[in-house]
């Protein structure tokens, strides 16, 4: 199968819930000092952003799944979502 | 015959010299082995050293688990050769899966460094065979993600098999149940934390560090060389 076309990626990497994320955790109680009292659920990750050439967006996603679960992820504490953003230019 | 020890070096790997001379003083004939290497199997034991492999990028021991060795250390390890993981050692063995869990970053964010006492949970492992069960050994830490952690099933199993090998008697970095190192089901892979090495002479405040490093030296000599 031809890959011939170009895919621009984002993989977003958080921590699982239920693992204690105390860098979100330090952020969110840092917050009140800029005023804003309301702000909870904080949480701390990572995104990477990529092309990659692929013959179709799912094949695209399916490739990025893998950099993601096998690199860019820990399964151990960490989740991954992952997002075809368009259809890049050729390279 | 001296056990053959050999010490892993990843690229930005910087307790190597350290761990080479600790184990030289207590009777091993211990060398560097590059992370490009693939044939292990002349060693009676391995240790992965402290340090940052790779930068520490992505997280710690993330690329390292891609270097060439790991594959070699994966075999080693299977075949029942003990392996030693110090710190950032921990870390990596944890990254290629050949301990459970993970290290994440310290509870309050510090970079820790500074002597801690942990007591010995197991006289059974390759890091402490024959160290009666209790002693207590005071042993630099130097480390931001030291925090041990994995899900509630692990840490049962963790538990019910006695796979606890070392814990904090004072926690200083948030890990679950007060873990300092674990082992592997074959008892022969050993990830800890605190840095034995660096309590190898009385000039560096604690020699309590050669009880492990003699421990493993034991097993090393007691084991048949790994295939």
Known sequence: MPASRQFSVQVEVLLRDGIADPQGATIERALPALGLDGVRAVRAGKSFRFELAAADEADALAQATVVADRLLANPVIEESVVTVLAEAAPA | MAPRVGVVLFPGTNCEHDAVRALGSLGADA?????????????????????????????????????????????????????????????????????????????????????????????????????PVGTELAVPINHFEGNYTCDAAT?????????????????????????????????????????????SDP???SEDGTVLLGALLRTAGAATPAA
Not at chain 2, 68 to 92: L, R, T
Not at chain 2, 167 to 173: A, G, H, I, K, S
Request: aromatic residues 6%; contains cysteine.
């Open chain 2, 203 to 205: 000039l560096l405040g």
């Open chain 2, 31 to 131: 060398e560097l082995v590059w992370h490009g290497a693939n044939a292990l199997g002349h060693y009676d034991a391995l240790v992965l050293p402290g340090g940052f492999a790779h930068g520490d990028y992505l997280r710690p021991g993330a690329i390292a688990r891609f270097s060439p060795v790991m594959e070699a250390v994966g075999d080693y390890a299977a075949a029942g050769g003990p392996v030693v993981g110090i710190c950032n050692g921990f870390q990596v063995l944890t990254e290629a899966g050949l301990l459970p869990g993970a290290l994440q970053k310290n509870r309050g964010l510090r970079f820790l460094c500074t002597t801690v006492t942990v007591r010995v949970e197991r006289d059974d492992t390759a890091l402490t065979a024959g160290v």
């Open chain 2, 155 to 199: 840490l049962d199993r963790l538990r019910d098999e006695g796979r606890v090998v070392l814990r904090y008697t004072d926690n200083p970095n948030g890990s679950v149940d007060d873990i300092a190192g674990v082992c592997n089901a074959g008892r022969n892979v050993v990830g800890l934390m605190p840095h034995p090495e660096r309590a």
